[in-house]
């Protein structure tokens, strides 16, 4: 059984880095054909994908996020790490990690983790 729990600060100041761990059990995350994902969910919206990192170490990122996200990853601690920079207000969200197998649907998810941007 395949296990994702975050972790990192729940409250983070405008302009400063939101940075996120995701840690697995269960499986290793360089397993082929496994991507490792970021989601995360504002207040009242919906599921909005943020970027994910392959097995290979290889990442993708949404558009819309792309110049503020890095997805990195140890191996050694089977863990992937999200930084976003610059925050602000909007970036307050619910953050997932999860598990998709190429071309196919998340299959495992983390709890969530609330992160809240304020001074």
């Known amino acids: 059984q395949v296990q994702l729990q975050e972790s990192g600060p729940g409250l983070v100041k405008p302009s400063q880095t939101l940075s996120l761990a995701c840690t697995v059990s269960?499986?290793?995350?360089?397993?082929?054909?496994?991507?490792w994902s970021w989601i995360r969910q504002p207040p009242g919206k919906g599921l909005e994908w943020i970027g994910y990192?392959?097995?290979?170490?290889?990442?993708d990122y949404s558009p819309s996020l792309k110049s503020r996200t890095s997805i990195s990853r140890d191996t050694s601690k089977n863990q992937f790490t999200l930084q976003l920079t610059s925050v602000t207000p909007e970036d307050t969200a619910v953050y997932y990690c999860?598990?998709?197998?190429?071309?196919?649907?998340?299959?495992?998810w983390g709890q969530g983790t609330q992160v809240t941007v304020s001074s």
């Open positions: 999860a598990r998709i197998l190429i071309s196919g649907p998340f299959d495992y």
């Open positions: 990192i392959r097995y290979s170490g290889s990442t």
């Open positions: 269960g499986g290793s995350i360089t397993t082929n054909y496994y991507y």
